[in-house]
């Protein structure tokens, strides 16, 4: 099955920038996506990348690169309210249209 | 307004019971599927469904059982063979012809067994 990394934490200041990075098994791969996720709550949808390159929304970009096997989620001027698990997720549409995530990344925004 | 609805949010059972979690969409979505959520790691798939009467397993099945008699609704069971069942029980779908796999979730399900 799809294996996919990312860092277990990150700390960072309001105002900053944050980079999350993901690794990812090519094979079968159809598309990146990217959830925020508040503790006790649902995920929600951030991000999706099909094509290489930077997709940009808002304070939120996501950068795929498919040969590579590697995305990143790029958060801008953080917030407190930007505390939060961000999940990873791989898309295999050939096996069951399936979304494989990662372990999370956990960000905690200080003042 | 279009969503997915799971219940109870909130659960507790005794060790050796089942217990049966709901879930519902309005989505008119094909695909349904079940996460499980441990605290402070990712999503694990139970089961999956893409189509009424059919199911498969995800990367955790045992323990637990499903069925899909309706385009709408996709039940879990958590049964007493479960070995560790208190965790957060995520419901999902989505529209198998959209150009995108993208998952909607409910708002889940904690499951605490006492």
């Known amino acids: 099955g799809q294996n996919i990394d990312q860092p277990t934490e990150m700390t960072a200041t309001e105002g900053a920038i944050v980079q999350i990075n993901c690794t990812y098994q090519?094979?079968?791969?159809?598309?990146l996506f990217w959830y925020q996720q508040h503790a006790g709550e649902a995920p929600t949808f951030l991000s999706y990348n099909v094509l290489d390159g930077l997709e940009e929304k808002g304070r939120f970009s996501s950068f795929l690169s498919r040969s590579k096997g590697y995305s990143y989620l790029l958060l801008k001027e953080l917030q407190m309210k930007d505390s939060a698990s961000y999940l990873c997720a791989s898309w295999v549409k050939a096996a069951g249209n399936k979304l494989t995530f990662g372990g999370g990344t956990r960000v905690l925004v200080k003042p | 307004d279009g969503g997915i609805t799971q219940s109870p949010k909130y659960l507790f059972r005794k060790e050796g019971q089942n217990v049966t979690l709901s879930c519902e969409q309005n989505l008119n979505h094909d695909a349904m599927y079940w996460y499980r959520q441990d605290p402070g790691q990712g999503l694990r798939l139970i089961y999956y469904s893409q189509i009424v009467n059919d199911f498969q397993k995800g990367d955790i099945a045992e323990g637990y059982s499903v069925s899909r008699e309706k385009k709408e609704s996709f039940p879990l069971t958590v049964t007493s063979a479960q070995k560790n069942p208190t965790a957060f029980y995520l419901c999902?779908?989505?529209?198998?012809?959209?150009?995108?796999?993208?998952?909607?979730f409910g708002e889940g399900s904690r499951l605490t067994v006492l």
């Open positions: 999902a779908s989505s529209n198998l012809g959209a150009d995108t796999g993208e998952l909607f």
């Open positions: 090519t094979s079968g791969f159809n598309g």
